[in-house]
């Protein structure tokens, strides 16, 4: 394959998620792309820039939600992405759903949900990527198959350059296609 070389920039892909938390007393949600999976146990991380209106409920609750919209949510997603909490209510965009009370709001619309409980912290170059242990997790009863979240009936949204896209099919299976290589 002929290289290109590019500007220094991440263009994912990055999974498409909607972080909830509680300010003022209500809910309030942002987009997020720069997060995911801190590690192998159920830890998530986001990144937050500091002067958004979410990230210092963050750090007053020490809670926050991590969740996934269906592509049919991509307008709620996008302006999650473009309307501060600063000038905007985003607490009746959704319908919030809880695990406990004084914890992070989860989004009932989005097909996956999870509760994290904030255990660590770093900050980068004016943002702050917050670590979170999973303290619940939730799925819509439609979006599982064999008790399992089902990634194709999930929908996920997934950002790569300026474009949202949405998973076509099922490719292969982990710890498993490698197995098929043979002669190393
Ligand atoms: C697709 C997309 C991805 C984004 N990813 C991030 C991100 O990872 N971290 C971040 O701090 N802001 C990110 N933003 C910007 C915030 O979501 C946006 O500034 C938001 O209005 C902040 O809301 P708040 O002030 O209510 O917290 C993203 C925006 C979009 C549209």
Redo the contacts with the bound molecule.
Sequence with gaps: MKKIKLENRAVGP?P?MIVGAMRNEKP????????GCACLEPVLC????N?????EGIVQSGYFSVNIPSVSLVKE??F???????N?D?SGLFTPFFDAADQAPMIEECPLNFLCKVCGSKEIRG?TMFFGDIVAAFAGEDCLTDGKPDPIKIDPII?MGFS?CSLESVVGRPFSEGKKLTGF
């Design positions: 990055f498409a309030t949600y942002t987009t997020v792309g720069a997060g986001v990144s937050l820039k002067t958004h209106y979410i990230t997603l996008d999650c992405g473009i309307a501060s909490g600063k905007i985003k943002f950002m949202y």
